[in-house]
């Protein structure tokens, strides 16, 4: 058979092909046309889910699916892959076997894709890469996947010999009609029922496990917002009350393991554009380096876990306030201009309410002004991060987004503004009656007011440096600087606790 040195990961020096027996040589004797999978093989992806996920914004469509799904799952597949329109630039394609696929066509192999997936999106795929002679796929009518698979490839050969490249169980039919096997990504069980069934031409395997893929998904670099449900205690002088702080740890756990639901919801739902995006395309979903039904499976079980969380701390509701907004966030007010930038720091606002409903010390009206304005700049800091690291191929607009680069001053002034009446309005509390008398050293409050103006300040000259990363709070827990002023912020409060 026609091949190319392929690449087996699971030999020690990671470079040498696992045939069992050399490529090369079997060119020359029995050039048998190969036939790829896509889903899982040739792409690190599935693009059913893909369709799915694409479409799923679209409350109509989801009583579509119903109907399409009932006139059979080949219909089901069609009419996904017309709504949706995969771009096919977009997904991730398996580059180690992308290598070892176009050195086979330098040999003069006949390549076919052959999918179970529908002829729109596979004849996409083709046309994009440019290196298959034929599809197989499904029609609407045949769902081309096992058996049905199998046939469908023999006929199309009219019983010539043939390899098949694939991944899964379900290729094991195909194998067992085919003269040989490329084991893509495979498992170990997958591995050995092949070799069972038929010979093994070649392994490609370069995916990195998933496990770690799953950690990164979960952003647990974005649970220090969740440091909020703390600050009810510390601006109610309840520094000692140690069973508030047990009730606002468990609230900032049902948040951490709500957000990070919420965070693979909308990687699910967001594919399309994280992959424009030059950095967000490094996602694990959107990247293809962590499986789309991961997705489906964790989500749901952390939901619950925050829930149970929240419920034993007293403020279960909140938690729900919470996920539903980050939901409509997720589906569809993000895509609103103004909108989206409200309920940003609406969901920062909310976590200061669960940690008060958690602990006992509610949040006063003078701690919801000044983080509204605070939570407010902070989301208009990372809209404008996000406008001026467009790249050029986005004309201006970033995806999925209500603002283009034209916007991006007055947002600037929306921001900086927000900044200030933050600390005007932390100015004025200080002085008033509520704070005055509070404790005995209650001047020192008055330090607070220069040190957040400064950290705000300096968030928005990195901004304006283009050194922001889009999310403030990540890169304030990066900045030596922020943590300085954290530090000074609380040894304030708790010097003006000290006994006189």
């Known amino acids: 058979m026609a091949s190319m040195d392929a690449i087996d990961r699971s030999e020690p020096d990671h470079s040498q092909p696992s045939s069992s027996r050399n490529p090369a040589s079997s060119a020359r004797t029995r050039p048998v046309p190969l036939c790829v999978d896509m889903d899982g093989t040739l792409l690190n992806t599935d693009s059913l889910i893909e369709c799915v996920f694409a479409l799923i914004k679209d409350w109509r469509a ?64 083709a046309r994009h890469l440019r290196i298959f002679d034929e599809v197989i796929a499904s029609d609407g009518v045949n769902n081309l996947r096992g058996t049905a698979k199998a046939e469908a490839i023999d006929r199309h050969l009219g019983g010539q010999p043939y390899a098949y490249a694939g991944n899964d169980f379900s290729d094991l039919e195909i194998w067992r009609h085919a003269d040989s096997a490329v084991l893509v990504n495979a498992p170990k069980s997958v591995c050995k029922a092949a070799a069972e069934v038929t010979q093994i031409e070649a392994h490609v395997d370069d995916r990195a496990p998933w496990t770690r893929a799953l950690l990164k998904a979960l952003r647990p670099h974005q649970w220090v917002k969740n440091i909020l449900v703390f600050v009810p205690i510390v601006t109610a002088s309840a520094l000692f009350d140690l069973a508030a702080w047990g009730d606002a740890l468990l609230m900032f756990v049902a948040f951490c393991c709500t957000a990070s639901a919420i965070y693979m919801i909308n990687d699910l739902t967001d594919l399309a554009a994280d992959r424009q995006h030059h950095r967000k395309r490094n996602r694990p979903f959107a990247s293809g380096a962590l499986p789309l039904y991961h997705g489906p499976i964790v989500a749901p079980g952390l939901l619950l876990l925050g829930g149970a969380l929240a419920a034993l701390a007293g403020a279960f509701g909140v938690v729900v306030l919470y996920a539903v907004c980050s939901i409509l966030y997720s589906f569809k007010l993000k895509s609103m201009a103004l909108v989206d930038l409200f309920m940003l720091a609406a969901l920062y606002t909310i976590r200061l309410f669960g940690g008060g409903e958690a602990s006992g010390y509610p949040v006063s009206l003078w701690l919801l002004g000044f983080s509204s304005f605070v939570f407010l700049s902070l989301a208009i800091v990372k809209r404008v991060a996000e406008l001026m690291a467009l790249p050029p191929e986005n004309k201006g607009k970033p995806a999925g987004r209500g603002y283009r680069a034209g916007d991006l001053d007055i947002l600037r002034l929306m921001g900086v503004a927000s900044s200030f009446t933050s600390c005007l309005v932390l100015a004025l509390y200080v002085q008033s009656d509520l704070a005055l008398g509070l404790n005995a050293l209650d001047a020192l409050y008055w330090a607070i007011v220069p040190l957040m103006l400064f950290w705000q300040c300096r968030l928005w000259l990195a901004t304006s440096r283009g050194k922001m990363h889009d999310d403030p709070i990540v890169f304030a827990a990066k900045d030596p600087v922020s943590w300085v002023v954290c530090g000074a912020v609380f040894a304030i409060v708790a010097i003006a606790h000290l006994p006189v």
Request: proline share 3%.
């Open 62 to 125: 989801l009583f579509a699916m119903v109907g399409w799904l009932l006139k059979g799952k080949a219909h089901l597949k069609q009419q996904l892959a017309l709504h949706a329109r995969l771009d096919p630039a977009l997904l991730p394609y398996n580059t180690g076997l992308l290598t070892w696929l176009h050195g086979q066509k330098r040999l003069g192999r006949r390549l076919i894709l052959a999918t179970a997936a529908d002829h729109v999106i596979a004849d996409a795929v």
